[in-house]
């Protein structure tokens, strides 16, 4: 009348050491995915925003500007409304730049220029010329 009912600590150890290792295994690349869509959606949100900034700019007079600077960039509405920041992700840092800040007339940039973003080990050139489209990415 040996009748067993469960797992000897045998089984359970090696339940466990599996479900560890694959743990261990998992973390690395779901970080790895994080970043890669924070970065997606730094950009999405640097898009928007230049956007937003042209469609101000659209039948107003008042200036509407992005400043940018070695970690993040600002958004002016108005000179006198509160701006609004945005931080660049981890390990990013705005490189070179030809205008320290820009703005749109009447939906048409200030003036054509580039960006110039670096990225871990990989440099993001963000292209404004001229005309009333808002630029694109090169990398």
């Known amino acids: 009348m040996n009748d067993h009912r469960g797992f000897t600590l045998l ?4 339940v466990l050491s599996i479900l560890s290792i694959l743990i261990t ?4 690349i779901s970080k790895s995915l994080f970043e890669k869509q924070e970065e997606k959606q730094f950009l999405n949100t640097l898009e928007s925003d230049i956007l937003y900034i042209q469609n101000l700019s ?3 007079r008042s200036r509407s500007t992005i400043e940018f600077h070695k970690d993040h960039y600002t958004i002016f509405k108005t000179r006198t409304e ?3 920041i945005r931080y660049l992700p981890k390990n990013w840092q705005i490189t070179y730049t ?3 800040h820009f703005y749109f007339v009447n939906g048409t940039i200030n003036k054509a220029g580039h960006i110039l973003i670096q990225k871990n ?10 005309g009333r489209g808002r630029g694109y990415i090169r990398e």
């Open 11 to 14: 089984e359970v150890l090696i």
């Open 25 to 28: 295994l998992s973390v690395p």
């Open 58 to 60: 659209l039948g107003t």
């Open 82 to 84: 509160k701006p609004i």
């Open 98 to 100: 030809t205008y320290k």
């Open 121 to 130: 080990n990989e440099n993001l050139q963000i292209v404004f010329p001229l």
